[in-house]
Nanobody
Framework: QVQLVESGGGLVQAGGSLGLSCAASGSIFSINAMGWYRQAPGKQRELVARISSSDRTNYADSVKGRFTISRDNAKNTVYLQMNSLKPEDTAVYYC?????????????WGQGTQVTVSS
C-alpha cells in the first residue's frame, strides 16, 4: 500500500510565498514522475508542475517563473515552492506520483491541501 502525504499550504497575502511538500511511503518499488495539480471551486483539476525521474520539469504557463518544483529521490518527496502568489492561485493542491512496479505503473494522489491567497 502506498500513501502520499502532503504538508504546507495555508493562507497568504498576494505577493507572498508558500511551500508544499509531499512524501510517498509504503511499498514503493520506484517512482517515475511526480507532480502537483490544483482544483479551484467550479473548475477542473489542472496540472501545475511536474518533474520526471530525470529531473525534467514542466509548468503550467500561469505559474512559470513563480513556482519551482523539485524532488528528493532519497526521501521519495516532491516539493513545490510558490512565490509571488496571486489570488487566482487559490485552490486545493494535490500531489501526484506515478509509481513503477514489476507489473506496470500506477497513479497515486494525495489528499489535497488548501492554498488561499488573499488580495
Amino acid at each position: 500500500q502506498v500513501q502520499l502525504v502532503e504538508s504546507g499550504g495555508g493562507l497568504v497575502q498576494a505577493g507572498g510565498s508558500l511551500g508544499l511538500s509531499c512524501a510517498a511511503s509504503g511499498s514503493i518499488f520506484s517512482i517515475n514522475a511526480m507532480g502537483w495539480y490544483r482544483q479551484a471551486p467550479g473548475k477542473q483539476r489542472e496540472l501545475v508542475a511536474r518533474i520526471s525521474s530525470s529531473d525534467r520539469t514542466n509548468y503550467a504557463d500561469s505559474v512559470k517563473g513563480r513556482f519551482t518544483i523539485s524532488r528528493d529521490n532519497a526521501k521519495n518527496t516532491v516539493y513545490l515552492q510558490m512565490n509571488s502568489l496571486k489570488p487566482e492561485d487559490t485552490a486545493v493542491y494535490y500531489c501526484n506520483a506515478i509509481l513503477r512496479f514489476p507489473w506496470g505503473t500506477r497513479d497515486y494522489w494525495g489528499q489535497g491541501t488548501q492554498v488561499t491567497v488573499s488580495s
